[in-house]
């Protein structure tokens, strides 16, 4: 669900846009709007997560997101539409975190525990996969039922999560500070750079917006290392495979997350497309994802997970740099071959990155540092959307802005590929007794 919420709206936008009148910044926040909040309430959520048990936290967000989704497919207005998707984001960032600790607590040993993350990202997979297929599909009905179709998935998941054993709670204070200022500096990033695609960044509301944001991060900082109970504690950043992780799941999603987007309005607006057709352009891409999660495991352990996650990357950086350099006359079905291999990365990279940045971090924090991971990449695809999406809103240089977006993504994840060398071990490390962590670390970066 929360994955197919990320994703089927971006074959819709056109429709959207002519049943409620809007441009290009506003279908930006439809997207962002969901993205944003996602991102700002995750650190909590993490915290949330240890503090009232996973289970309960899990419980609380399904809810939550089930009647915002409800809310979204009645929408009478962009700003009706909009403020529903903030609130489905706020219980996705509480569901995320809590369903990765919910595998910590079943799975406690690192070898089962990939294998069992390799099976929960299927459910993401097929969600990309259905996802601009199903969106064409209910477009051609009514673009508002992408939003109910959540309400039959949602009862059973609630129906199943009733028959989990409840979770340890770990107690915890809550950071307001940090809970604000994290808020205010990812807000004002956003807004800013959202705007800045409309009215330049010479505007006024830009320039206080891009302010605020720098502000409330330096506040943000500054609080986590002086408050006694910080959402995101600085001793995370002591572990250099968490750091990476981190980095990885921001490139990642400005390339994955942001290709869609710019694509469906590209194939729409310039190609002709209809939404249905769109969604068959993306197919192959999402189609390898689900062919090869099952078997990300397997491969980790054979091959090594940086060595995974290192050659996903490359194949994301390869496929955006020539879809960038295609020519406009490009067939629709030669961008979507291409497009496998931006897809290669959903698989290659994510999955082995989980379980890395769950391998590294302590016991007690598992909770925040996947919050903190599942934030890093909310952030990149939020800023992903803001960015492309201000370069698309002149008409006249459509096609420039396709083309450098995608050249913007493909740089930030090469940067991430070169990042993710780092996360092989030296070869002077201790060596470790369970044989099923692929890539041991110093035990000072592991305490």
């Given amino acids: 669900m929360i994955t197919l919420d990320a994703v089927i709206v971006n074959v819709v936008l056109p429709s959207i846009r002519q049943d409620l009148g809007c441009g290009v910044t506003g279908l930006q926040w439809v997207v962002d709007g969901y993205t944003l909040m996602f991102a700002a309430l995750l650190l909590s959520a993490g915290s949330l997560s240890n503090r009232i048990g996973a289970r309960r936290a899990f419980g609380l967000g399904l809810v939550v997101f089930v009647l915002a989704s409800a809310a979204c497919g009645l929408a009478p207005t962009l700003a009706s539409l909009v403020a529903a998707r903030l609130v489905q984001g706020a219980a996705a960032a509480v569901m995320m975190p809590s369903a990765m600790a919910l595998l910590r607590e079943a799975f406690p040993d690192p070898g089962p525990r990939a294998r069992a993350l390799a099976v929960w990202a299927m459910g993401g997979a097929v969600a990309s996969s259905a996802g601009p297929v199903l969106g064409g599909v209910l477009d051609v009905l009514d673009w508002r039922l992408i939003f109910f179709i959540n309400l039959p998935v949602g009862a059973i998941a609630l129906a199943l999560l009733a028959h989990t054993r409840p979770s340890p709670r770990r107690p915890a204070a809550f950071d307001w500070a940090g809970q604000v200022t994290a808020v205010l500096a990812m807000g004002g990033l956003t807004y800013g750079a959202i705007e800045a695609g409309a009215v330049g960044f010479g505007d006024p509301r830009v320039v206080v917006a891009f302010v605020v944001a720098v502000g409330a991060l330096v506040g943000f900082v500054l609080t986590q290392s002086r408050v006694a109970h910080p959402m995101v504690p600085l001793e995370l950043f002591r572990s250099r495979p968490v750091v990476v992780t981190v980095m990885i799941g921001f490139a990642f999603m400005i390339g994955y997350y942001g290709l869609p987007f710019v694509f469906s309005l590209y194939l729409q607006q310039?190609?002709?497309?209809?939404?249905?057709?769109?969604?068959?352009?993306?197919?192959?891409?999402?189609?390898i994802g689900l062919a090869l999660t099952p078997f990300t495991a397997r491969l980790g352990q054979r091959y090594g997970r940086p060595a995974l996650i290192a050659t996903g990357l490359v194949a994301m950086t390869v496929g955006l740099v020539v879809l960038a350099l295609m020519p406009a006359t490009a067939p629709p079905w030669a961008?979507?071959?291409?497009?496998?291999?931006?897809?290669?990365?959903?698989?290659?990279?994510?999955?082995?990155?989980?379980?890395?940045?769950?391998?590294?971090?302590?016991?007690?924090?598992?909770?925040?540092?996947?919050?903190?991971f599942n934030t890093s990449r909310q952030?990149?695809?939020?800023?992903?959307?803001?960015?492309?999406?201000?370069?698309?809103?002149?008409?006249?240089?459509?096609?420039?802005?396709?083309?450098?977006?995608l050249l913007i993504a493909a740089g930030i994840v090469a940067l991430a590929t070169a990042a993710s060398l780092l996360l092989r071990a030296p070869r002077t490390s201790p060596s470790v007794t369970n044989p099923s962590v692929t890539n041991p670390v110093p035990a000072k970066e592991t305490s």
């Fill in 270 to 287: 310039v190609r002709g497309l209809s939404p249905l057709g769109t969604g068959v352009v993306f197919l192959p891409m999402m189609l």
């Fill in 335 to 372: 961008l979507g071959l291409l497009m496998i291999l931006v897809g290669l990365g959903g698989p290659l990279v994510m999955p082995p990155t989980m379980a890395v940045l769950l391998d590294h971090a302590p016991d007690r924090r598992a909770g925040t540092a996947s919050g903190l």
């Fill in 379 to 405: 952030i990149g695809g939020a800023l992903a959307i803001a960015v492309f999406g201000g370069l698309l809103t002149d008409p006249d240089t459509f096609l420039d802005g396709v083309r450098t977006s």
